[in-house]
């Protein structure tokens, strides 16, 4: 097996099983939560780059204020999809945030047309707008948008856009981030302690312990992912991304116990079937594109 395939997979994996972790601290508030997950997860990449010696990367950034401009922009879009994440785990919404990240991969497509220039082939056109017929179904049964799907989809896909045009690789990425947002967590649990209703004050040595694991979690399934990014082609990547909503999806269901009736299901047949046809446009792209390049190379 080609290891970048494994890395991916475990990556998708450890992000599919989130919630579970999350419910070993639903009695923190989320935005408590997310606070902890930031600071746990700058120690935690901190220590990586002095083990690594992956400091030079500073001294250059420091000197580009467009480049912190940018990575201020992606830190509050990451922040913001953890905090909706944690929520939405909190309140028994795993099945909208499965939902979500199904919805993400054809975001992104559109996402490349309206930012980027790229012209999206006709089948994802296609699956673009068999997704958003779900979108719509969704909306006309519930009476409502599906809100925390889209704004999970909408907030990682910005996210991902930035990061795509960015100078810094993902663990540089992601520590650039947590330093920003650290002196906002850090005040934010300070101001919880001085109130004495911070989990610091009222939660027991394993609360505590939960949520400094938040760190590794964070950053080990990101370096994962990079790894196995930079190993295996694009069309095998964004197949093995469904690993994830497919994890939660499943853990909505037969763990969580949240409901499914049959218009949702619907709609959700209807996503799946625009990822479907994305998986195999993209496929038969791929080979297209490898047997023109074996003739010319012959």
């Known amino acids: 097996m080609n290891p970048g395939i494994l890395y991916a997979t475990l990556a998708y994996m450890v992000w599919g099983l989130f919630p579970l972790y999350f419910r070993q601290i639903a009695d923190v508030p989320a935005l408590e939560v997310v606070m902890h997950r930031t600071v746990w997860s700058l120690l935690f990449v901190v220590l990586l ?40 785990v909190q309140n028994q919404h795993v099945l909208d945030a499965s939902l979500g990240y199904f919805i993400l991969p054809l975001v992104n497509v559109t996402f490349a047309y309206a930012f980027l220039g790229e012209r999206p082939r006709r089948g994802q056109w296609m699956a673009v707008g068999l997704a958003a017929l779900g979108v719509v179904w969704l909306t006309i049964q519930t009476g409502r948008l599906p809100w925390v799907a889209l704004a999970l989809a909408l907030t ?97 269901v037969l763990v969580f116990k949240e409901p499914l009736q049959l218009p949702r299901l619907i709609g959700f047949a209807l996503i799946w079937g625009a990822l479907v046809v994305y998986s195999l446009e993209g496929l038969v792209n791929s080979r297209r594109v490898r047997m023109v390049q074996a003739v010319q190379a012959g």
Do not use: C, H
């Open 49 to 88: 780059l002095l083990v690594l010696k992956r400091w030079a990367w500073i001294g250059q950034v420091v000197r580009q204020p467009k480049v912190l401009g940018a990575f201020a922009l992606s830190a509050m879009l990451l922040s913001s999809n953890w905090l909706i994440y944690v929520w939405a």
């Open 156 to 252: 990682f896909g910005f996210y991902g856009l930035l990061r795509k045009v960015a100078v810094l690789g993902a663990l540089e990425g992601l520590t650039l981030e947590t330093m920003m947002l650290t002196p906002f967590a850090l005040a934010y649990l300070v101001y919880g302690v001085t109130q004495g209703d911070s989990v610091l004050l009222q939660g027991d040595a394993s609360a505590v312990g939960w949520l400094a694991i938040a760190g590794p979690l964070t950053a080990i399934p990101l370096l994962l992912f990079a790894a196995g990014a930079r190993r295996i082609p694009m069309t095998t990547l964004g197949i093995l991304q469904y690993v994830s909503p497919s994890i939660l999806f499943l853990l909505s």
